[in-house]
């Protein structure tokens, strides 16, 4: 940075460089270069598997036999409890937890995560087989769940093929904990009936707050199930609570500890079914006292292509755009997360192509939609897991336990399984203290988080998720339609070491132009000179409360070049209500009259048309408010092609600054020819120096001079390269700032652009500039 004050003694030499050609041409070329290499790489990387499978070992191979087991231990219990939620049979949730385990370590960019069926998703899955069954009766539940598998991954696959993954951004996560904890306590209520036997006197697919309701009001008609249920949900919370507190207490045990967490699940499920054999079996299958699942198939009896047609797709279409939101976004936040817990980077396009591929494949083993599980994949993880084929492993399990434990899992309780969701979806439920974190990081994100969470309870889940969704593109749409700008002063630094050595920052004011910090010493902008710090990208949306924050700042702290008086009342126009009592006079405002805009465009990646119109209808409407030029100084630009979008309307010349019309609504007339226009502005602009009164004109100085001294390189047929679309130059002036010689209007740094603006800098540059038609090199 440079130091000031600055003088004309000790002069730098030139500085030169090149910016960057910003063209159609160049990029086109950048994104066509190479393409058959590209198109080979694209390839490879939809198998992440070819890139580490010829490095397998014996270590890691024992790790994923370690882990695929104990996940395998997991899912069976889990796969079927899920099944039950989706509203079929277990054995669907069966075939879900083989095909989605075995086919996503081919496709997967994590090592953690585990594919299969989860409890929002065969809510969602539930509620569209209801859905259809109201139409018509054509179809059957588990046709319906293989055709919805079908459709979503199909789409998550072609999203994922056209790396169009970015999308899922756009909703953070307080709205996706919003619907998930909104879905959790959804399933919970509707598993509880399940637990008391009372689930067949009432419709569970209400909504929530009428579930729990009906809930309270038929626990008179509790029957044997909740003996099963309620002993088992403690069973499961005991042995958490007991064995997280032993691993904390005693940590020569932890793996002990989390072998029991792990095998909770299982040895609940066994000794359930054990129990309620010796009860049954002595009953009719008509008689017996409690729930129990009955047959399950042996292996993949049910083997086949998935059946769909034009009306059972028109029926499931409304139904899709929910689907596909619950099975990517869950899926992505669990392997995002566990990529951050573990050290490696996973490619959401990559895991949209998984979870689409396992999806449609499953659907040849009437599996219904699957994706990422978080218990699971916590289990996975904790495991030792070190490569994605664990989950052939567990894919392995899932397929013996088809085909060895079927007749075991005819005694299954269903409160047990009841007791073994709501112990699972609790955990999805956001704690008040994460709400809380929520809250203090940014309300209004907190706020979305609530609505769906009420939107999801007293409504649907489809609505509580429309809800969160839409809520977070409008808050982001707000955001970037009135994006925050701050109005700057100057803070002049000094070294403790070196006084000599000395830099300027830019510090906010407040809306009456103070500092915001009061023990700073914030120097104001130079009289005349406005400081404006975007923060955000320059578009459509906001580009209108952009400039009105401009101009609106400009006509309170600067006064008007010409006193607005009229010789007649008629000549005042009708928007412009004249002098109000307690004004002060014309001749008395002590105010400097405006004459530079410095524009800070530091945090600008983007600039589009409407932008730059709005920029040119501002220039004029100060221009004409200061009865004189008004310059705009540029800063921190970040791309060549914000620069060409500048310059294409006429900002950045050293001598005219013409204004362009860009995107007129309206045609602007003009009488003047863009001779005299050009002729005009350069005699406005404004003398510096406390004497001088020399204008460019006067001495003499035009672009062909500049061009000579090299200040803008020329090619061979003569056009400056410093024209739309080419390179401008730029070389150090005589008080050591670098500054662009064909568009000095555009600068280093916001220091530089001030000073521009500043009166004693243009006096510098006319010298200069002087000196350099005379033939001396600086």
Not at 109 to 130: F, N, R, Y
Not at 141 to 170: D, K, N, Q, W
Not at 183 to 192: H, T, Y
Not at 434 to 449: G, M, N, R, Y
Request: aromatic letters at 10%; charged letters at 20%.
């Amino acid at each position: 940075m440079t130091s000031t004050p600055r003088t004309l003694t000790d002069v730098p030499p030139p500085a030169y460089y090149l910016d960057e050609e910003a063209s159609a041409r160049q990029w086109f070329k950048s994104h066509t270069n190479n393409f058959s290499s590209r198109a080979k790489a694209y390839l490879i990387s939809l198998f992440p598997v070819l890139q580490w499978i010829s490095r397998y070992n014996f270590t890691w191979a024992l790790g994923d036999l370690i882990a695929g087991l104990t996940v395998g231990a997991v899912v069976v219990p889990q796969g079927m409890s899920y099944a039950k939620i989706a509203t079929l049979d277990p054995q669907y949730g069966l075939y879900s937890s083989f095909i989605g385990v075995f086919l996503y370590c081919f496709f997967a960019t994590s090592k953690d995560v585990t594919i299969g069926p989860v409890a929002v998703m065969s809510l969602e899955t539930a509620k569209v087989i209801g859905d259809v069954m109201e139409h018509t009766d054509k179809y059957s539940a588990p046709v319906i769940a293989t055709a919805l598998a079908l459709l979503c991954g199909a789409i998550s696959l072609g999203i994922g093929l056209l790396r169009l993954g970015f999308i899922i951004e756009f909703i953070p996560a307080p709205a996706v904990a919003g619907f998930m904890t909104g879905s959790a306590i959804n399933i919970i209520a509707g598993q509880v009936p399940s637990v008391m036997g009372t689930s067949k006197l009432f419709n569970t697919r209400d909504s929530t707050y009428k579930v729990i309701i009906n809930t309270l009001k038929h626990l008179p008609d509790t029957k044997h199930d909740a003996i099963f249920g309620l002993i088992s949900l403690f069973f499961l919370y005991a042995i958490r609570f007991a064995l997280n507190w032993g691993s904390a207490r005693y940590p020569k045990y932890r793996r002990w500890c989390f072998g029991g967490l792990v095998l909770r699940n299982a040895v609940l499920i066994v000794f359930a079914t054990l129990i309620s054999w010796l009860i049954c079996r002595n009953y009719d299958e008509k008689d017996f006292p409690i729930a129990i699942i009955k047959t399950v198939p042996r292996g993949f009896s049910h083997v086949g292509s998935p059946f769909i047609d034009a009306e059972l797709a028109g029926y499931i279409a409304p139904k899709l755009p929910v689907s596909v939101i619950i099975l990517v976004l869950e899926h992505i936040a669990i392997s995002k997360s566990f990529g951050r817990a573990n050290d490696y980077k996973i490619n959401p396009d990559q895991e949209l192509i998984a979870i689409g591929a396992s999806n449609m494949i499953g659907t040849l083993f009437q599996a219904y939609p699957a994706t990422g599980s978080f218990s699971r994949s916590a289990i996975k993880s904790k495991s030792g897991v070190r490569t994605p084929l664990a989950g052939v492993v567990t894919g392995a399990v899932v397929v013996m336990a088809l085909y060895a434990l079927t007749d075991a899992f005819y005694w299954i309780p269903n409160a047990a399984l009841a007791a073994l969701i709501i112990h699972a979806v609790g955990d999805l439920i956001v704690s008040p203290k994460q709400a809380l974190t929520f809250w203090k990081i940014q309300p209004l994100e907190c706020l979305i988080f609530l609505a769906a969470v009420i939107v999801s309870i007293f409504s649907t889940i489809e609505n509580g998720i429309y809800t969160a969704v839409g809520a977070s593109v409008a808050l982001l749409l707000f955001r970037i339609a009135r994006p925050r700008g701050t109005f700057l002063g100057r803070v002049t630094l000094t070294s403790d070491d070196d006084a000599k050595y000395q830099r300027n920052v830019y510090v906010p004011l407040r809306e009456d132009n103070t500092p915001q910090h009061p023990t700073l010493k914030v120097e104001p902008p130079p009289p005349g000179v406005l400081i404006y710090r975007l923060e955000e990208s320059f578009t459509y949306p906001n580009a209108s409360v952009v400039t009105d924050r401009i101009v609106d700042h400009a006509t309170k702290y600067t006064k008007r070049g010409k006193p607005n008086v009229y010789a007649r009342k008629g000549d005042r126009p009708w928007n412009d209500p004249g002098p109000k009592k307690g004004d002060i006079p014309f001749e008395d405002d002590m105010r400097a009259v405006l004459r530079a805009v410095c524009l800070d465009f530091s945090s600008v990646s983007h600039l589009d048309t409407t932008a730059v119109q709005a920029l040119v209808d501002t220039r004029k409407q100060l221009s004409k408010y200061a009865d004189r030029s008004v310059e705009f100084h540029f800063a921190n630009i970040l791309s060549p092609w914000i620069k060409r979008a500048l310059i294409a309307a006429g900002f950045g010349d050293v001598v005219t600054q013409r204004i362009k019309e860009v995107a007129s609504a309206v045609p602007q007339p003009d009488a003047r020819t863009a001779r005299e226009a050009d002729e005009e502005e350069i005699s406005q602009i404004v003398d510096v120096g406390s004497s001088s009164g020399t204008s460019y004109s006067q001495l003499g100085v035009e672009m062909n001079d500049l061009e000579k001294s090299g200040g803008v390189e020329t090619n061979e047929k003569g056009r400056s390269r410093g024209s739309v679309g080419g390179t401008s130059s730029q070389r150090t002036s005589e008080d050591g700032s670098v500054v662009i010689v064909r568009y000095p209007f555009f600068h280093i740094d916001l220091d530089d652009a001030v000073y521009a603006a500043s009166r004693e800098y243009n006096g510098i540059l006319k010298t200069s500039l002087a000196r350099e038609k005379q033939g001396k090199r600086l």
